[in-house]
């Protein structure tokens, strides 16, 4: 899918983890960063990448559900990481919504990753040029409430600026869910 607008790359300034694009040069994995999404604001992820997804978990909430939001919005959380190859910036992100398949939640199931929506969004000279959509895996982020081998879960994304790709993978327990792998072409 492809999409050309302008959009206020500024804002991409005012989320942080956002600001501080990774240094592609160095090539190494990097941790998604979390956001919630339940007080609305201008960013990036809200306004370009997940905009749709979180009207659906609002209009979930306020006519199914038949609950006040209050001016905010539903709950809708994501993991991201952003990467500056010149006049481009790449985010990689994926967002834990109803559209996920969690897996199993008994109190006998071990933690595994939710499989949920994932968008790959490239943005060159203000305007977004793609919009790439995919599912990758959720975990949580550290969260002190999880089981001590589950306090290091994450998901993790690699930007190769000279295969043009971005990479993408998951651990839980501390060892790679091979089902997790993805490489993703930016061309």
């Not at 979390?34 to 979180?54: A, E, G, H, K, R």
């Not at 993991?79 to 500056?84: D, I």
């Not at 999880?146 to 994450?154: G, T």
Request: glycine share 6%; with cysteine.
């Amino acid at each position: 899918m492809r999409f050309k607008f302008t959009a206020p790359i500024v804002a991409l300034l005012a989320i942080p983890g956002l600001a501080v694009a990774q240094n592609q040069a160095a090539g190494g994995w990097q941790a998604m960063s979390y956001y919630s999404f339940q007080i609305p604001s201008n960013d990036p992820l809200q306004t370009l990448v997940w905009p749709d997804v979180i009207r659906e978990a609002n209009a979930y909430v306020t006519t199914e559900l038949k609950r006040p939001l209050g001016g905010k919005n539903a709950l809708v959380t994501a993991l991201a990481s952003t990467y500056r190859d010149g006049s481009r910036t790449i985010i990689v992100s994926t967002a834990l919504s109803r559209a996920c398949d969690s897996g199993a939640n008994d109190k006998g199931a071990e933690i595994e990753p939710s499989i949920c929506p994932l968008r790959v969004v490239t943005i060159e000279n203000g305007k977004v040029t793609s919009i790439k959509s995919d599912t990758g895996c959720y975990t949580d982020h550290a969260d002190p409430d999880l089981p001590a081998k589950n306090r290091n879960d994450n998901s993790y994304t690699r930007y190769d600026p000279a295969a043009g790709t971005i990479s993408f993978r998951t651990t839980i327990g501390g060892r790679d869910v091979p089902s997790c792998a993805r490489v993703y072409s930016l061309k």
